[in-house]
């Protein structure tokens, strides 16, 4: 069975970091974009990241809000995606998903690790 | 940074058809994604590069694509097609976006 399970959401305070883990299981991690997604409660989906395979040299890219602060790695020994989140703001809680892209877009979703940012 | 845009809301009663818009320059050459997402509920792939349809998916849900804007349609909707609806693409630079959502309700 593909999962994807994140982990390491809490609370921070602003100016604070954090980093979450996206483990999974069931399909080639390697050869696999994992994306991370959040959610802001009741809001839409907001598009945080990616990170690409080692035959696209690891490459990354960021949303405009998060550029600059966040930054996106992996361990494709551990079949693991991490997202580092420093300099956090209030406006970045929200529920965090990392899921997979293999061409076809986005097609399984881990469940989500919360973030708050308060003081 | 660029947006997609989606209607707010869409209502439809059970058995018709429900049609939701995505409008944004950049769909003319880039792919599009459809998400359908329930309450408490992870997002979930249903339609990809504008037209296709995932292996699973029932077959009331299809993608078509017109120039600037592409279209969700869900035909014979039941009242578990009740979810907020979200499209999605990429822009030349490598980064994505998605629609600020559409909320279907089956009356």
């Known amino acids: 069975e593909v999962q994807l399970v994140e982990s390491g959401g809490g609370l921070v305070q602003p100016g604070g970091s954090l980093k979450l883990s996206c483990a999974t299981s069931?399909?080639?991690?390697?050869?696999?974009?994992i994306h991370w997604v959040r959610q802001a409660s009741g809001k839409g989906l907001e598009w945080v990241g990616r990170?690409?395979?080692?035959?696209?040299?690891?490459?990354?890219f960021y949303g405009a809000s998060v550029k600059g602060r966040f930054a996106i790695s992996r361990d494709d020994s551990k079949n693991t995606a991490y997202l580092q989140m420093n300099s956090l703001k209030t406006e970045d809680t929200a529920l965090y998903f990392c899921?997979?892209?293999?061409?076809?877009?986005?097609?399984?979703w881990g469940q989500g690790t919360t973030v708050t940012v308060s003081s | 940074s660029y947006e997609l845009t989606q209607p707010p809301s869409v209502s439809v009663s059970p058995g018709q058809t429900a049609r939701i818009t995505c409008s944004a320059d950049?769909?003319?050459?880039?792919?599009a994604y459809w998400y359908q997402q329930k309450p408490g509920q992870a997002p979930v792939l249903v339609i990809y590069?504008?037209?296709e349809r995932p292996s699973g998916m029932p077959e009331r849900f299809s993608g078509s694509s017109s120039g600037t804007t592409v279209t969700l349609s869900i035909s014979g909707v039941q009242a578990e097609d009740e979810a907020d609806y979200y499209c999605?693409?990429?822009?030349?630079?490598?980064?994505?976006?998605f629609g600020s959502g559409t909320k279907v309700t089956v009356l």
């Open positions: 950049t769909l003319a050459k880039q792919y």
């Open positions: 069931g399909f080639m991690f390697s050869a696999s974009e």
């Open positions: 990170i690409r395979t080692r035959a696209n040299t690891y490459a990354t």
């Open positions: 899921t997979r892209w293999i061409n076809d877009g986005m097609d399984v």
């Open positions: 999605q693409s990429a822009d030349s630079s490598g980064t994505y976006v």
């Open positions: 590069k504008d037209t």
